[in-house]
Every structure is written in structure tokens, then in C-alpha cells.
């Protein structure tokens, strides 16, 4: 008896097969590795203190990044990073971290 292929067990194969290729792409890359992520953190970070930066000196205190945004001071939307800031003397107190890689509390 021969069997046929149906177009739902064609398009079935053609999707294992497309999933396959695209983990190893994903893997053989080195996507699964934090290097690029941990450098695009660190860029963006300084990247975002160079504007808090501007800020300061231009403003007098440290900004939002809405604010930063606002003020053409930060080309970019954080991604990675976020920011505390809390008014005080001088420019205020800025804290930029990133919640990506820390430690569970334990």
C-alpha cells in the first residue's frame, strides 16, 4: 500500500526542520552566551550617566529618563538599565542598575 504525504505532514517537516536549523544558528552564534548581553548593559548604562551627566551640569539636578528623553539628552530607551533618582544636594542622587543579572536575594 503506498502511503501520500499530506500537505499538513509536508508543512509539519518543514517546520521541525526550520526550528532545528534555527537553534543551532541561535546556538552556534552565541546567543546563548551573556557576553553580548552583559556588554550591551554596561553601554547602555554609560550611556545613560553621560546624559544624567549633561543633566546635571546644564539643569542642576538629575532627570527622569522620560525627562532625559524629553530633553533630546538621551538618543535612546533603556532596554536593560533603570533608574532611581532621588532629589538632594547638588544634582540629587542617581542609582542605574540593571535587573538582568542579579542575584536572587537568598
Known amino acids: 500500500m503506498s ?3 499530506s ?3 509536508l ?3 518543514v517546520l521541525v526542520l526550520s526550528f532545528i536549523i534555527g537553534f543551532a544558528v541561535y546556538v552556534l552564534s552565541g546567543a546563548t552566551t551573556n557576553r553580548g548581553t552583559t556588554g550591551a548593559i554596561a553601554s547602555e548604562s554609560a550611556t545613560i550617566m553621560r546624559a544624567e ?3 546635571c551640569t546644564k539643569y ?3 532627570a527622569s529618563i522620560s525627562t532625559l ?4 539628552l538621551l538618543p535612546l530607551k533603556p ?3 533603570s533608574v532611581v533618582y532621588l532629589p538632594g544636594k547638588g544634582c540629587g542622587t542617581i542609582v ?4 538582568v543579572y542579579q542575584l536572587p536575594a537568598g
Not at 528623553?69 to 533630546?72: M, P, V
Open 3 to 5: 502511503q501520500r504525504l
Open 7 to 9: 500537505f499538513g505532514h
Open 11 to 13: 508543512l509539519g517537516a
Open 53 to 55: 551627566k549633561t543633566s
Open 60 to 62: 542642576g539636578k538629575y
Open 69 to 72: 528623553r524629553d530633553e533630546g
Open 79 to 81: 532596554v536593560y538599565n
Open 96 to 99: 542605574i542598575g540593571s535587573p
